[in-house]
């Protein structure tokens, strides 16, 4: 049966689309209440994005394993209502008169902390919806969707920014999260429990995690690869809008506009992740992703007024496609080799590593932009980035055509096997 003929699925889709769609609004407006209603500096904005990404790093490891404890969908709810009241203060404190800078790094800080719990829950209940065989089809679509709602979410905040303010702009995102929390709260199908070691500690369910990831040569290149390609990413996404404004000289219309068009790449990546699995075989479309794409980064210090402008939205697009495709291709292999009771604390290892380079490179990238000027830093931090994939070779996927398929029975009891609740230890590698 068609994914998207199943309800629950259905309502999951349409939940993430709103989320998505809302965050993808706030990507653009928070920085622009920053530069635009508070005066910000270059790296004031900078910190905004590391303060959204650094929980990460603070809350991470723990986040998974308390996530391998309980059932995903009620943490999931809870995120989504704690973060529409976290995005909801910013224009209140706007309108009253109020709204500072250590406001907006506090509630990044704190939305940021929300999405760890949001995002890990979030892989652990996919597998418990769909079947092994249509978790690929199912990232495909959720990754897709994503993409869609990013190309519409930064128009919307530049438009909405020009009419209504920047910091009212974040009502869209709030917007987003209730109507995620409500698709959530409406899906029937009940979900599974699963058995915990009343023995096992936290810190001992953590070790157990982290020595599975460290262990395995393919969750170790991946992990690596994409810690290295976060620095790069989010170095440039941290001073993109102050580079656009101030060096470039367009106004903040025309930055959601270009941002918007750039992310037309993700909702390609997403389409073309599974044919492009198919026909060149998953590893090789993995190392495509990332060797083929990931260079033209260093289109963007080229950009400037006019005809030049089009360089930015061709970097944009192709990095997106590399980006949403690698994702979806990692993110299906993952939940369909990982013992599924080891699922969130090993998405949550990869996470911290992968998403841990964000505040890092998210200050550097103010620090570089501040000490060197906002285009020589945009060279420095794009030439890293196209030089990020080079790391895939260094593991075995160099000399592969697929991913490897799992070797234990990894699957939930879940949508088909709802009868079916073995345990599987997870085999050392």
Partial sequence: MSLLRQRDFRLLWVGQAGSTFGASVTSVALPLVAVATLGASTFQVALLTAAAWLPWLLVGLPAGALV???????????????AALLFASVPVAGWLGVLTIGHLLAVALAGGTVSVFFKTAYQV?????????????GNAKLQGTEAVAQVAGPGAAGLLASLVG??????????????SAACLLSIRRQEPRRAVDPAAGLGRQIAEGVRFTARDPYLRVLTVWGAVSNLGLVGYQAILVVFLVREVGVGPGTVGGLVAVMSLGGVVGAAIATPLSRRLGSARALLLCALGAEPFGLLIPLTAPGARLGLLVLAGMVIGAGVVAGNVIKAGFRQAYVPHRLLGRVSVTMQVVNLGTMPPGAVLGGALGTALGLRPAMWVITAGLALSGLILLIGPLRKRRDLPEPQHDTEPAAPAR???SEMVSAAAR
């Fill in 68 to 82: 391998d404890r309980l059932r995903c969908r009620p943490v999931m709810v809870t995120c989504d209502l704690v």
């Fill in 125 to 137: 209940y996919l597998p418990t919806l769909l079947d092994r065989t249509d978790l690929a089809e």
């Fill in 166 to 179: 920047a910091a009212t702009a974040l009502l869209m995102d709030v917007l987003g999260f209730l109507g």
């Fill in 418 to 420: 709802a009868a079916r």
